[in-house]
């Protein structure tokens, strides 16, 4: 055979091997999982950190700052050629002009995290390099550095977006023009500065990065749910967050990590007054950091779990409302653990109300799951159908299952009662000394359940009013 042919059939067939390798593995974490344990596959002897490294380099995170905090990861090996685009792609990020954003995944708990920070941040716990390093590389950097770039903005974070599909992801598309960090962003760098924390203090007993991974992202909650769920999963993110940092502390670190990013990278010291407006920035910045991931609760969104578009033309509500109406689905009968499921009831009950029932949509504002998450319905500015004669005046937030003799998880009980509502009052939705009520105080129906309602009756806020027939 000639050997220009030889050559050219050879190149073909490993630039299919390549472009197969890469379509096997979706942009769901437990594919990427499964990528990172071929990679330890074909080096059993490699350790975490040198698996990171090659990591990086497949992905180019090699900048002067990360090298400050890390090795170099151009000294590490190459990867094959059909796993490395594979990894540049699932861990390099940018926003495309689209909005399509890349280097994310989905997990299996529906949220999505972009990759890089998260990797930093194990890697800087695994090699303890310097004090802190998996603060620096995985939250203060940028948000120091975007904090000065865009000083003007009236909100910083967010949004959020949805997959093409849920089952095999691909293409990641934000629900409108980014912020300063979006949602993913967010969730990467909170996961990579929780395990970064634990291993630096935890390193004695140190697991597969695959191994790592699948231990926080993919847990199965069993009948009790997040009530006996271990502490390190991902869906304890903000509740884990939230005990690392505080945030006088954050804006110390995002400060300091600009000024060594500026010397790094041979910029002159900020003058005296640049300072004190990035300060003013970052401060009002860290405030709606807290308040979206600290103070509120993790909220699944619509497009998220297949919600079906609004029909007809939504009636806004106005803003902040007196009350907040707690309810149970009764069917479906049993709580939700997984993502999965609580979507499909979510579905469900969208139809039984859009179908059967003749309603635009969903009537309720907000469920629980008791997968450690809330759903959204109608949302924070739309006027449900949830609570008759009461739609107008207040959220009305339903727990998945039947608690006529049982109680939801406490955890999914905290998410309403500590978390959610303290969000709505924080963000306008509700006034300060809102009223909580059960369906059944201003409906005549057995809602939300005889022991459930013996349980809210104990909630601060909770009132009674006159119950008003249907």
Not at 108 to 134: C, F, N, S, Y
Not at 158 to 165: E, K, M, Q
Not at 392 to 401: E, N, T
Request: net charge positive.
């Amino acid at each position: 055979m000639d050997k220009g042919w030889c050559k050219l059939t050879l190149a073909l067939l490993v630039l299919l091997v390549s472009t197969n390798a890469e379509a096997s593995f979706s942009y769901h974490m437990e594919d990427f999982i499964r990528a990172v344990k071929q990679i330890e596959d074909e080096d059993p002897g490699s350790d975490p950190a040198t698996v990171l490294m090659r990591l990086r380099r497949a992905a180019g995170l090699n900048d002067a700052f990360i090298r400050h905090f890390l090795p170099d990861a151009q000294a590490a090996s190459e990867m094959p050629t059909n796993l490395s685009e594979y990894f540049r792609k699932a861990v390099h990020h940018r926003v495309l002009e689209d909005f399509k954003e890349e280097g994310v995944v989905l997990t299996p708990d529906g949220t999505t995290v972009t990759v890089a920070p998260l990797l930093l941040g194990i890697e800087a716990g695994i090699l303890k390099t310097k004090r802190q390093a998996h603060i620096h590389l995985t939250l203060a950097k940028d948000l120091g550095v975007s904090f000065r770039r865009h000083s003007s903005g009236t909100h910083y974070l967010g949004p959020d977006g949805c997959w093409n599909n849920v089952t095999s992801p691909q293409v990641f598309t934000l629900s409108s023009k980014p912020n300063l960090f979006t949602i993913a962003q967010i969730n990467g760098r909170m996961d990579g500065m929780i395990l970064g924390t634990e291993i630096s203090a935890n390193s004695s007993c140190l697991l597969k990065l695959s191994s790592l991974l699948k231990q926080y992202y993919s847990h199965q909650l069993d009948r009790e749910g997040m009530d006996s769920a271990p502490r390190l999963i991902s869906q304890r993110r903000r509740e884990n967050f939230k005990l690392l940092v505080f945030p006088p502390r954050l804006m110390r670190k995002t400060m300091t990590t600009v000024e060594l990013q500026q010397r790094l990278t041979g910029q002159p010291k900020m003058k005296m007054e640049t300072k004190r407006k990035l300060r003013a920035v970052v401060k009002m910045a860290i405030k709606e950091f807290v308040h979206m991931y600290m103070d509120c609760p993790p909220i699944i969104s619509r497009c998220m779990w297949g919600a079906e578009p609004y029909r007809g033309t939504p009636t806004s509500l106005s803003l902040p409302l007196p009350f907040l109406f707690i309810h149970h689905t009764h069917t479906p009968s049993e709580p939700c653990l997984t993502f999965e499921k609580c979507s499909a009831d979510m579905r469900a009950m969208q139809r039984f109300h859009q179908e059967d029932r003749g309603w635009d949509d969903i009537g309720y504002s907000f469920v629980a799951g008791s997968d450690g998450y809330i759903y959204e319905g109608r949302g924070w500015d739309i006027q449900g159908a949830h609570t008759y004669g009461q739609n107008s005046k207040g959220y009305g937030v339903s727990f998945i299952g039947d608690y006529q003799t049982n109680l939801p998880s406490q955890h999914a009980m905290s998410l309403v009662r500590d978390q959610l509502a303290s969000c709505a009052v924080n963000r306008g939705g509700l006034v300060s000394s809102y009223t909580l009520q059960g369906h059944r105080d201003v409906v005549s129906t057995t809602c939300p359940g005889d022991a459930f309602y013996k349980e809210i009756s104990t909630w601060e806020h909770f009132g009674k009013v006159k119950t008003q027939k249907p």
